[in-house]
Antibody
């Protein structure tokens, strides 16, 4: 049973950075893609980027280029999302999600519970 | 960037009725790379359909997906009370992997 457990809520000031974590259990993520998706209050879903759990290669949405970094620690079965230069409009729930299968790596079959990041002065 | 437009924005139906949700892409999406999700308030989304028409693990067969090219449909054959939620389509043919804006399925 795949389970993704995310770190707790964060409150940050504009310009600050944040590191969110997502620990996988039940099945190694080495053979899977791990994604980050965010959802602003009352809004829809926005894909941010993903990391290949095996080789660590990453692909980020151009919208977030330079402001996010996705990394993984295979020994800890954990994926990280670093957010830089936070803005008020980055206030959102951030979800990690795992690809459904190796052949469907971007169909998001398993989700964490979400981490609320609030950016406020 | 591939833009997905879902319609209708809100769909009001009664339990037992059939629901038809639409997702239109701004450019062709290989049918292998279109998914549907269900999201209830305060919860993470749940994968329903991948590859346009394949049901994910544990998804009841009243949910079905169809379509190709730029037009895709999610059909719920007979609505159960637990089906009232927001539904999103997602394309993963090309980065960024975009979502539609969602269709809210509400009880009439």
């Amino acid at each position: 049973q795949v389970q993704l457990v995310q770190s707790g809520a964060e409150v940050k000031k504009p310009g600050a950075s944040a590191r969110l974590s997502c620990k996988a259990s039940g099945e190694t993520f080495r053979n899977n893609a791990m994604h980050w998706v965010r959802q602003a209050p009352g809004q829809g879903l926005e894909w941010m980027g993903w990391i290949n759990g095996g080789n660590g290669n990453t692909w980020n949405s151009e919208k977030f280029e330079g402001r996010i970094s996705i990394t993984r620690d295979t020994s800890a079965s954990t994926v990280y999302l670093d957010l830089y230069s936070l803005r008020i409009e980055d206030t959102a729930v951030y979800f990690c999600a795992r690809g459904f299968t190796v052949v469907q790596p971007a169909a998001l079959g398993y989700w964490g519970q979400g981490t609320l990041v609030t950016v406020s002065s | 960037e591939i833009v997905l437009t879902q319609s209708p924005v809100t769909l009001s139906l009664s339990p037992g009725e059939r629901a038809t949700l639409s997702c239109r892409a701004s450019q062709s999406v290989n049918s292998n790379y279109l998914a549907w999700y269900q999201q209830k308030p305060g919860q993470a989304p749940r994968l329903l359909i991948y590859g346009a028409s394949s049901r994910a693990t544990g998804i009841p067969d009243r949910f079905s997906g169809s379509g190709s090219g730029t037009d895709f449909t999610l059909t719920i054959s007979r609505l159960e009370p637990e089906d009232f939620a927001v539904y999103y389509c997602q394309q993963y043919r090309g980065s960024p992997y975009t979502f539609g804006q969602g269709t809210k399925l509400e009880i009439k």
